[in-house]
């Protein structure tokens, strides 16, 4: 079992930044790739970004565009999300997930994913 815990969700202003954060405990965190999700209401749970723990390859949903980045700390058991620029359309539950999988594809699927955390909301004013 892998137990994830966000944080750093917030009210800010569009063109704003802020840095999410995921810790975990149980398993061997370096063994799992690690992935953010968001969820805005009424939508569907959308694929934000992975790191791959056997490449260390990063991957980037397609309306991140340069925005968003993704990083881990093996020594600290955490996995970060730094948002920049924010904009309204960003508002949702961000959630952060760990997955067994070395495939890059298949960490773009949230099906993929093995333990979930419970998210933190990050919401933008425009």
């Known amino acids: 079992q892998v137990q994830l815990v966000e944080s750093g969700g917030t009210l800010v202003q569009a063109g704003g930044s802020l840095r999410l954060s995921c810790v975990a405990s149980g398993r061997a965190f370096s063994g799992y790739s690690m992935g953010w999700f968001r969820q805005a209401p009424g939508k569907e749970r959308e694929f934000v970004a992975c790191?791959?723990?056997?490449?260390?390859?990063?991957h980037y949903g397609d309306f991140v565009k340069g925005r968003f980045a993704i990083s881990r700390d093996n020594a600290k058991n955490t996995v970060y999300l730094q948002l920049n620029n924010l904009k309204p359309e960003d508002t949702a539950v961000y959630f952060c997930?760990?997955?067994?999988?070395?495939?890059?594809?298949?960490?773009?699927?949230?099906?993929?994913?093995?333990?979930w955390g419970q998210g933190t909301q990050v919401t933008v004013s425009s």
């Open positions: 790191v791959n723990w056997f490449s260390g390859n990063i």
């Open positions: 997930a760990a997955s067994s999988s070395v495939n890059n594809y298949l960490l773009r699927d949230r099906t993929n994913y093995n333990y």
